[in-house]
């Protein structure tokens, strides 16, 4: 079965990769923890999807360091890169 990434925004910048995997821990095993430094986000991948549902529906706006969460499911990743091939001249 494969997991689930979710997004988790609203951080105050003095969150930790330990603060969010131990808090999403309490809902599951956590794969992996990402935090987008100066950036206020980061990225949570649980193995279980029922376990990131459930922890979307309990941590989505509780306070965290002050600040309320934002926690849902995270969007696949978007390809920047410009084709410039099918430009015409």
């Known amino acids: 079965m494969q997991g689930k990434k979710l997004y988790v925004g609203n951080l105050d910048y003095s969150v930790t990769k330990d603060d969010l995997s131990e808090l999403f821990a309490e809902f599951g095993e956590v794969v992996e ?12 991948e649980m193995t279980e999807p029922a376990e990131a549902e459930k922890a979307i529906a309990d941590l989505d706006g509780k306070d965290l360091k002050g600040r309320a ?7 696949p990743k978007r390809d920047n890169r410009r ?3 099918r430009r015409s001249y």
């Open 33 to 44: 923890v990402i935090i987008i430094d100066g950036k206020g986000f980061g990225f949570v």
């Open 69 to 75: 969460m934002k926690v849902n499911e995270a969007r």
């Open 83 to 85: 084709d410039f091939s």
